[in-house]
């Protein structure tokens, strides 16, 4: 199944507490939604397949911990990421305003510079928003990150969002191609069979 | 040939353009090739430009033809230049010559620096030449000579090319090319004389101009004036007081001991040798005519000093010997050897403990005999540890790899702690040159993932490195390490933290190495601090030996000391049970906790949150806030916790793998819950603990304040009031948070089982220390030893100040950035970053060895030390720079000067019969009278217009290229003749 898999890209999201980064995980994922999900402790790991202009690559999705206390055991995890998701809540104004914060621990933590960031605003179903469309996007211009907003109650803009940062780590190739050689997270299977079909599709890609 | 055909000739008559025979294919395929690269009619471009030939680029175009079965190269070399004029191209202007013959004529780009030497000789924008392909073929018959000059000329008229076209005839080393040019009407024969000696009446401008002139064959009466262009060469190789500064550093100071540790810490720098080699001053007369001045067998009017422009380039050693390049390089060589530290060392020093003591003279000696040592080998610990401390000194250290004052030095320099009276505090950095925090500089360990430039891993790598250099090599570097690895083994066992590393986790950006070390002190800090909470135990003692110890003498490897790491050293071989010894000390904490369990459980029983609040609160770190306990009001205190496990990067690895193994269904992703619910619970307790009688709301305000949820309500009494409780996702039932508050008992962080084993965790960096081989120990390290090059090359041009050599460096930093972040960068591309450094460091070396010679830093005005700076900066960038003011300026002056105290030193140094017989008159002539030595070069160009070959002709360019040297002389002439009548 993972024959014509192009490349494994290790994919982190982090953000504050209860924003919903577990549940934009669940949504991507297994496409469920589920109101009453527990809170996450130390880290959490899915793996998703997908395909993005005919590549298919396969995502180690890292889900973290929000609390204060997990951050001292999470930051470990950052290394060797491609894609980080940071996600705020767009109905509590605080954990917009912490951003920063999670900028500042990717800079200290991340073990590469060329790392794409994508900012996520969830629960836009909500109807109490707090911060607003265009908030969002001028923080994301100011740091060089992708940035959607999304739910993962309704679903809107989660693949979107999940894709968009996929193709981004295609398109910068030192990112992606080093991780190969790079003994980074293995996963149960080793991505080395890369015959005839997907050696045309990565000379599509570059 | 082909096309003889009669222009009325009948119609049945066949034209033939067949080829037939060998030589028609050749010169057809000489014209084809000629046709291919359209280089037919006449293309006037744009005068040439003063300089052009050195700052425009040269390009060129090959293809290979054959005469027969022998192989010949075309090529056809050309000034790129700017849109070449189309229109001239199409329609060939009769009356006008080629542009090559016109080149001939041209004054502003004679003398190139760097140019084909077909290009020096005629000055010429463009030509073809063909050549024997194979390197060492040559034409050599006079015939075969003739046959291709004739070919060429078919050629060249078959297709109307105005490019000259050259054969290479001779041996390849002699240059030697004759060729043609031809225009409508008019040819340019290129000829050519090489000798190996200079025929004594050719040796001076009037004998020239007598050739040249027979060679012109002109009738006319007055001839028309030749203009004469001339370089004088001349060679400075003796730089007299300008001895090269550079010296090796004396290894002996070193090894005597005079030299603080400091040494240890600094990269050499610069050339061993100079590496500038030679000065040439050319020395023109670029417009002279004849008639204007004289320089015949007995005068001459060409007095260097007097010319009206002087250049100067330098000859730069090849690879000259630099220090730093080469260390770094011989460091890298360390990650090829295979053996092991046991191998170099010795491998049964860990069984036979005790045994040699008999006859340890005999045991040394095997250290010195080469490789294969078959039975015992000896280590160094064993010789210290059974050697009285007297042989030691006196007979046994010459033997070692390391000799002992080198060790301690080297010792003291890493743990700068072991001479003071009481161990510092792990984390002050004790080297204050270092760049300030925060600095670019500073963080460049980061982009390398080497090691902070004041931290012990990045001191190491630069003691080994010098070792490998200057003491005893791999034994060296292999005999170090087994100290080191000692040395930590005595600093975890009795509790003394490893100076220079920052406290807290390891930092993943650096080293896995680094890590590594601070992940030991990590594991010393707990342990000091759990061993000093409990200074009622006996066994405590061993803390305060140390420093005494180390005080008595600098040298802390005291035999105490040594018989402690000797135990070690011992122990390794059995292995990990062995270690259970020092296990058995954390038993004593076990027994600690029990008791407390008993604690826990009793108050557990009675489980209710009132029975509990009634325990006397333990381990609380500060009050929250203003926030208070739910149930009664009292304050909520934030208790003391344990700190999270510290990981090095290959844990942290293996324990990623294992979560991600657990896979991805709910079961999977509950047990990852479970295996990280440790601290979590451990917190718990502690928060218990500190809070008697709490609930797990007051434990997520403190933990996860956004799963407790406050609403104003309004009461019945009407009064606003906050109404509180946990998120929906807390009171799942049974949520792990929930099924962890119900299992956690309220036990402090100190009397909790500890989540981090420190023992084993330090045992692990321990074994994982002794069992690393120097060449993985080097592959460790490199990326140290590249930073702290990187930062000494850097340090060193800021003394400079040479731009390009600033862009260099910034290249080699992000190249390097690349290389080293991965785990194991190939070996090619690290050689080549090794490479680049050294050749920074060359560029370096010269500028100073410039700038000494030229003495810019006496230069007392400002203007004139500026533009001797300038002056000196060009040197090193261009081929040849033009020294302002000739003999007369100031940079001009310091050459003369130069020239001068070479020629004294000459003068005196060797004997004069000597000169007399080498030299020939005419040159002695000179050498008697100046400041300057023989000229090493002497170039001549004769120029003129003249009717050629009779009176009546058109009146074409003529041109005679001379060059004289010792052992060459070359008359490369190109007379013009109008064809049209002939």
């Known amino acids: 199944m993972d024959e014509d898999v192009l490349t494994t890209l290790k994919i982190l999201i982090i953000g504050e507490s209860g924003v919903g980064k577990s549940s934009l995980l669940l949504r991507f994922t297994d496409d469920t939604f589920d109101p009453e999900l527990a809170a996450t402790i130390g880290v959490d790991f899915k793996v998703k397949t997908i395909s993005v202009d005919g590549n298919k690559a396969k995502l180690a999705i890292w889900d973290t911990a929000g609390q204060e206390r997990f951050r001292t055991l999470t930051p470990s995890y950052y290394r060797g990421a491609q894609g980080v998701i940071l996600v705020y809540d767009v109905t509590r104004r605080d954990t917009f305003v912490k951003l920063d914060n999670w900028l500042n621990e990717l800079e200290t933590y991340c073990t590469r510079n060329d790392i794409v960031n994508m900012l996520v605003g969830n629960k836009i179903d909500k109807e109490n928003r707090e911060v607003d469309r265009n908030e ?58 890369q015959g005839g079909g997907a050696c045309g599709g990565y000379c599509s890609v570059l | ?72 190269s075309i090529t056809h070399h050309y000034l790129v230049q700017e849109s070449p004029d189309k229109e001239g191209k199409d329609e060939v202007l009769e009356d006008l010559i080629p542009q090559s013959m016109q080149d001939l004529l041209c004054m502003n780009n ?94 001076h401008l009037s004998g020239l101009l007598d050739i040249f002139k027979s060679k012109i064959g002109c009738t006319l009466t007055p001839l028309p004036p030749v203009s004469i262009a001339i370089r004088f060469t001349y060679v400075l190789q003796d730089w007299q007081q300008y001895f090269w500064p550079q010296q090796p550093p004396d290894i002996d100071a070193l090894v005597g001991g005079e030299v603080g540790g400091l040494e240890f810490g600094k990269l050499p720098f610069g050339a061993c040798e100079d590496p500038i080699s030679e000065l040439h001053l050319a020395t023109t007369w670029p417009h002279l005519t004849e008639g204007i001045i004289v320089d015949n067998d007995v005068y001459s009017d060409l007095d260097p000093i007097q010319a009206p422009h002087w ?90 790899p390391l000799n002992n004052d080198v060790l301690n030095t080297i010792l003291l320099f890493l743990f700068p702690d072991a001479a003071s009276e009481k161990p510092l505090d792990g984390t002050s950095s004790t080297d204050n040159s270092n760049p300030p925090l925060e600095s670019e500089e500073y963080n460049l360990y980061n982009q390398f993932k080497s090691a902070p430039s004041d931290s012990l ?104 000391n040594l018989k ?37 459980q009793e108050s557990g029983k009675k489980g209710g949150p009132k029975e509990m609040a009634s325990l006397k609160p333990e381990g609380r770190l500060h009050q929250h806030g203003k926030l208070t306990l739910l149930h009664n009001g009292e304050p909520l205190y934030i208790p003391v916790t344990q700190e999270p496990a510290p990981m090095t990067e290959d844990l942290l690895e293996e324990q990623s793998e294992v979560l991600a193994k657990l896979g991805t269904s709910a079961e999977g ?154 785990p194991n960068p190939e070996d090619k591309k690290l050689e080549e970053i090794i490479h680049q450094i050294t050749n920074v460091e060359a560029i370096i070396a010269r500028a100073r060895s410039l700038k000494a010679k030229f003495g810019t830093e006496k230069c007392e005005q400002e203007e004139e030390k500026e533009d001797l700076e300038r002056f000196v900066s060009c040197l090193l960038e261009q081929p040849e720079v033009l020294v302002v003011g000739a003999g007369r300026g100031h940079a001009g002056s310091i050459i003369h000067k130069l020239f001068v105290n070479a020629q004294r030193a000459a003068a005196m140094a060797p004997p004069e019969e000597d000169l007399k017989r080498m030299v020939p008159p005419e040159e002695r002539r000179q050498n008697l009278a100046a400041d300057f030595p023989p000229a090493a070069g002497r170039e001549l160009i004769l120029r003129t217009t003249v009717p050629r070959p009779a009176p009546y002709s058109r009146a074409l360019p003529q041109r005679m290229y001379s060059v004289l040297t010792k052992e060459d002389f070359r008359l490369a002439g190109a007379f013009s003749s109008d064809t049209s009548f002939f």
């Not at chain 2, 590393?501 to 590594?516: E, V």
């Not at chain 2, 058995?584 to 008993?598: H, I, N, R």
């Not at chain 2, 990852?672 to 218990?688: I, T, V």
């Open chain 2, 110 to 203: 004679d003398f190139p620096p760097r140019a084909h030497c077909l290009v020096r000789w005629y000055g010429l924008r463009e030509f073809v030449v063909i050549a024997p392909a194979a390197n060492n073929d040559a034409v050599l018959s006079e015939s075969k000579c003739n046959l291709l000059l004739s070919s060429v000329s078919v050629a060249l008229g078959n297709t109307g090319c105005q490019v000259p076209l050259f054969v290479q005839i001779h041996h390849k080393w002699r240059r030697t090319y004759v060729g043609e040019c031809q225009g409508p009407g008019v040819r340019t024969d290129f000829e050519m004389v090489h000798l190996r000696k200079v025929p004594n009446q050719y040796t």
């Open chain 2, 457 to 560: 891993t990045y001191k190491l790598a630069l003691c080994l490195c010098m070792i490998n250099f200057y003491h005893g090599g791999l034994k060296g570097v292999a005999h170090l390490w087994q100290e080191f690895v000692l040395e930590m083994r005595f600093r975890w066992e009795n509790n003394f933290l490893i100076p220079g590393l920052a406290s807290g986790p390891p930092d993943l950006r650096c080293c896995l190495l680094h890590q590594k070390l601070q992940m030991l002190n990590c594991c010393i800090e707990r342990k000091k601090a759990r061993d000093e909470g409990r200074k009622t135990s006996p066994s405590d003692n061993v803390t305060n030996t140390y420093s005494g110890d180390a005080g008595k003498s600098g040298d802390h490897l005291g035999p105490d």
């Open chain 2, 669 to 822: 992703a509950h047990l990852r819950a479970r295996m990280q619910s440790a601290c979590l619970l451990s917190d718990m307790e502690s928060f218990k603990a500190a809070n008697p009688g709490c609930f797990l709301e007051d434990f997520v305000r403190w933990y996860s304040p956004r799963d407790y949820i406050e609403e104003e309500v309004i009461d019945e009494k009407g009064n606003m009031v906050l109404k509180g409780e946990l998120s929906a996702r807390m009171k799942i039932p049974s949520n792990m948070w929930v099924e962890a508050w119900e299992t956690a008992k309220p036990i402090p962080a100190r009397r909790q089982r500890r989540l981090f084993d420190d023992t084993r965790e330090a045992e692990k960096v321990l074994h994982y220390l002794a069992v690393q081989k120097p060449a993985d120990l080097a592959r460790h390290l490199l990326p140290c030893v590249i930073h702290a090059a990187i930062l000494k090359v850097k340090e060193e041009e800021s003394l400079e100040n040479i731009s390009s050599v600033k862009k260099i460096i910034k290249q080699i930093i992000s190249h390097s950035s690349k290389v080293l972040h991965f």
């Open chain 2, 564 to 600: 402690d790491m000797d135990k070690e050293k011992g122990e390794v071989g059995k292995s990990w049970d062995s270690w259970s010894d020092s296990e058995e000390e954390f038993f004593e904490c076990l027994s600690d906790t029990e008791e407390l369990k008993g604690n826990g």
């Open chain 1, 136 to 193: 969002g996007l001028k923080f994301a211009r100011k740091h060089s990150m992708l940035f959607i907003e999304a739910s993962a109650k309704t679903c809107d803009g989660v693949q979107c969002a999940f894709e968009e940062l996929v193709e981004k780590i295609i398109q910068t190739p030192g990112l992606w191609e080093s991780e190969n050689q790079n003994k980074g997270v293995k996963l149960t299977h080793r991505e080395e069979g």
């Open chain 2, 1 to 72: 040939m082909a096309a003889d055909s009669e222009p009325e000739s009948e119609v049945f008559e066949i034209t033939d353009f067949t080829t037939a025979s060998e030589w028609e294919r050749f010169i057809s395929k000489i014209e084809e090739v000629l046709n291919d690269w359209k280089l037919i009619g006449n293309s006037l471009g744009k005068p040439l430009e003063k300089g052009i030939f050195t700052s425009g680029t040269w390009e060129e175009k090959s293809d290979e033809i054959s005469f027969a079965d022998f192989k010949f």
């Open chain 2, 311 to 400: 250049s100067v380039r330098v000859r730069k050693a090849d690879n000259p010997q630099c220090l730093l390049g080469d260390f770094v390089t011989e460091f890298f060589k360390i990650c090829r050897r295979k053996e092991s530290t046991d191998e170099i060392l010795g491998r049964s020093t860990f069984e036979e403990e005790g045994r040699e003591v008999a006859d340890i003279t005999h045991a040394l000696s095997k250290l010195t005999e080469p490789a294969p040592v078959p039975i015992h080998k000896l280590s160094v610990s064993n010789m210290v540890h059974t050697a009285k401390k007297k042989i030691r000194k006196q007979r046994g250290v010459e033997e070692s």
